[in-house]
């Protein structure tokens, strides 16, 4: 689960995904939903404005049985208050 949430992260949402399922184990599965505008930092529009195939957090819900839900929570950022170009020695 650790790599799924990691890579909803990075290429599906770009925001912060924690994994609270408590699961372990490797998993091989398929996941089919419709993508919209705010996946994969809007590369793609909805594939088919008509389609039958649901949105990803339906997908996850029914083909895998787990629950997608936002929540406000800490994370883990950097500040950089000032930039110096370096001296020459």
């Known amino acids: 689960m650790a790599q799924f949430v990691a890579m909803m992260q990075r290429a599906i949402f770009g925001r912060a ?3 609270r399922t408590g699961l372990t184990g490797r998993y091989d599965f398929d996941l089919e939903w419709n993508p919209d505008e705010t996946q994969f ?13 649901p949105t990803i957090f339906t997908a996850i ?6 629950r997608l839900e936002s929540t406000r929570g800490p994370v883990l ?8 170009r370096p001296t020459e020695n």
């Open 17 to 19: 995904v924690i994994d």
């Open 77 to 84: 950022a950097m500040a950089i208050d000032r930039i110096d």
């Open 41 to 53: 930092d809007g590369v793609f529009k909805s594939l088919a404005p008509n389609s039958t195939k």
């Open 61 to 66: 819900q029914e083909q895998l049985g787990l």
